[in-house]
């Protein structure tokens, strides 16, 4: 039966303070919402069993992300696009930032929190066990005060948390304490977003010297509550990873969860995916470990060449020559993160004739032709990172032409946008969001995007 807008009540008070009072007044009476992604399936099923509403959307105390030396502190109203979208989180914590981009579609991922997704608790949650790898503390708010309590231990049942009726998660802290962890994830659904998960996996792994030194595994959808594979992490670690140890980790991991059979799937399947998905995970790792070494040798290539001929090498990652003649003095750079540290470091020191010149060598998005100008790598890699946009539909291509066209007339410069990984309406729906920016604003964001973009094609370039 579907539920009558008359039988509720909605309140949306204007300060945090205000709300607080509510909940503490009436206890277990008011069910705060964000979003509402999750209350809006279960108002027009007819069963939302809560009758009193109070909107916490427009908090502003819940929509800030606060970066200090040593953590990130994310407000609890912060959306999965807001996550999405963050540089630091995309950089420091990839596990959180792809979880999000599978959460629902566009219009979802606009609305959904990750407060909303903490405290709504269902264990087929996308972020949840990302969460549970970061050592993620919340910030828990009420009339009687604030409180911290770790992430580890807030789910205490299927859909059941530490969370006092009259208290609200007001953030989620972080730890900057992972940059040298590989971050692996995966979603096994019927699709990879809008779609309830039937396994995921997330996954943080670090190596010394060949040995596993830290390993860290989480999974939802295989318990009551999102949940560590303690066991199976405390075999891996201070091993090589081989194939002797990967399939006892496999065995070790299926046995560890406790899933059920249901409508998406069974026990049987979910338990077998979960040893499946800890072994690629493994795989993935040692393979990563070879990598390095790999990038070691590119780097020490690069790092003998004469300044002029490593400014050319360099110089289809970003576009701009007085990066590349930066970046070419800043040698010797020994591994990967010296040299995306150099790369910051020369492109912020940069004039913006600089960075305008480093725009200039992209192609339009959805444009297949690269500048005359731009080197044969970029061109390709240009191929690469649009790749989504190539496969759009025709509506959505002449919206881009035409989102061009009015950026252009604005701004005088092409639309630039860290393609790699977005759909076409995604990167449509930035496009229009940035036409109402002004110059100073809109060239901030091109130039962080440009960062971006010289980020993800180091990468490439060490791994070529």
Known sequence: MRAHPAEFELLAPPTLPAVLSLLAHEPGEWLPI???????????????????????????????????????????????????????????????????????????????TIGGNIVNASPAADSLPALMLYDTELLLVSERGERRVPYANFHTGYRKTQLAPDELVRAICLKRQFSGYYAHARKVGARNAQAIAKVCLAGLGRLAGG???????????????????????????????????????????????RPIDDIRSTSLYRSAVVGNLVAEFLEQLGARNAQRERMRQVLARWNALQPDKAS???????????????????????????LLAACDEVWKGLAESDWLEAFHSHPRIGDSHSPAAAPPQSAAWSGEEQRKVGSAGEDIKLALAEG?????????????VCATGKSAPEILEILRRRLSNDEAMELREAAEQQRQIAHLRLRKWLSS
């Open 34 to 112: 964000a979003g509402g992604t999750d209350v809006m399936v279960q108002y027009s099923a007819g069963k939302l069993p809560a009758r009193k509403l109070v909107s916490i959307w427009n908090l502003p105390e819940l929509r800030r992300m606060e970066v200090s030396a040593d953590e990130i502190r994310i407000g609890a109203g912060c959306t999965y696009t807001d996550l999405r979208e963050h540089e630091l989180i995309g950089r420091e914590f990839s596990l959180l930032s792809m979880s999000a981009s599978w959460t629902g579609g566009i219009a979802n991922q606009n609305r959904g």
């Open 211 to 257: 040995i596993v030194d830290d390993l860290r595994l989480a999974v939802g959808s295989v318990a009551p509550i999102p949940m560590r594979l303690t066991e199976t992490e405390r075999i891996v670690k201070g091993n090589r990873i081989n194939p002797h140890l990967i399939q006892l980790a496999k065995t070790t991991a299926a046995a560890e969860v």
């Open 404 to 416: 061009n066209r009015a950026y252009e007339q604005k701004f005088s410069r092409i639309f630039i």
């Open 312 to 338: 050319e090498a360099i110089l289809p990652c970003c576009g701009s020559k007085a990066w590349a003649h930066g970046m070419a003095a800043r040698r010797p750079l020994l591994d990967e993160p010296a």
